[in-house]
């Protein structure tokens, strides 16, 4: 189900209308008439994504940093070894 807001109402009610996308009801916004945003609800999969990306991240900056190996050039990139 999705409604449409104009961006001062938006302004005004943003509370009901997170309460709204808690509930699973999708809201476009409009500025002069024109839609300009829609605020939606965050599925699961949306916050099992978010989960994983801050687990991640987490675990990125937890390890070793890379050692320096100096400048090279893209011909030495693509020597074989």
């Known amino acids: ?6 961006a ?10 997170l309460r709204d996308a808690q509930n699973g009801k999708s809201v476009t916004i ?13 599925s699961a999969r949306d916050a099992g994504r978010a989960a994983a990306k801050s ?4 675990r990125l900056g937890s390890q070793e940093a890379a050692q320096p190996i100096g400048r090279w050039t893209r011909d030495e990139l693509y020597e074989d070894a």
């Open 30 to 42: 409009t500025s002069h008439g024109r839609p300009v945003a829609r605020l939606v609800p965050v």
């Open 55 to 58: 687990a991640l991240i987490e």
């Open 8 to 17: 001062a109402e938006a302004n005004r009610y943003f509370s009901k209308l």
């Open 1 to 6: 189900m999705s409604a449409g807001v104009t």
